[in-house]
């Protein structure tokens, strides 16, 4: 199978991250489109320097409040970045309007999680980690996503993540042991 438009397909169709067209062979004349409603996954096996395993593109469903619902999510391709214990880091990119007057856009890049006990595999762009979103589902997150960054320890985490992407999975790990220690304590 073979990527019709490669990547470009991916990231610049009306709804980003949302659809691709794949090809059996290079010399098919039509390519078959797919949607991320479609799919599972597409794996892109040819190893490189920075993905010596390969690519991984998941379907899943993307953290994106509105108006009409704090809980609103839509079907997306994100990227696998980094697989830990209990959670998994995604990026994507998006189409943002910036300059002056919003009168240009610029593809950005964005992150997020998908918490591992999170049963609908909801992936949460890292600005929303520490919102009043996750209080139902992970009580007590926001405030210790907060306070990662906080004291002489806040540095260090700052630091860190600004060198690295995956900072989040450190510290989910450290707000699961936290929660495991005061339920054990009651």
């Not at 509105?66 to 999510?73: A, H, K, L, W």
């Not at 919102?131 to 589902?137: A, F, I, Q």
Request: negative net charge; proline residues 5%.
């Amino acid at each position: 199978m073979f990527i019709a438009d490669g990547t470009r397909k991916i990231l610049c169709s009306k709804k980003e991250n949302f659809s691709f067209k794949i090809k059996k062979t290079p010399e098919d004349k039509e390519p078959v489109e797919y949607t991320a409603d479609d799919v599972v996954s597409i794996e892109y096996t040819e190893e490189t320097e920075n993905n010596p395993d390969g690519v991984r593109w998941e379907s899943h469903p993307l953290a994106r409040p509105n108006f009409s619902s704090r809980y609103n999510t839509i079907q997306r391709l994100v990227c696998v970045d980094k697989v830990g214990e209990n959670a998994t880091v995604y990026w994507w990119k998006v189409w943002a309007a910036t300059g002056q007057n919003f009168s240009s856009r610029q593809l950005v890049t964005y992150f997020g999680v998908r918490f591992h006990n999170d049963a609908e595999g909801i992936v949460y762009p890292y600005s929303l980690v520490n919102s009043v979103l996750m209080d139902p589902k992970y009580p007590g997150l926001k405030d210790f996503c907060k306070n990662w960054f906080k004291g002489p320890e806040g540095k260090v985490h700052k630091k860190e993540a600004k060198e690295n992407d995956a900072w989040i999975l450190d510290m989910y790990d450290a707000y699961l042991a936290q929660q495991n220690t005061e339920t054990t304590a009651e």
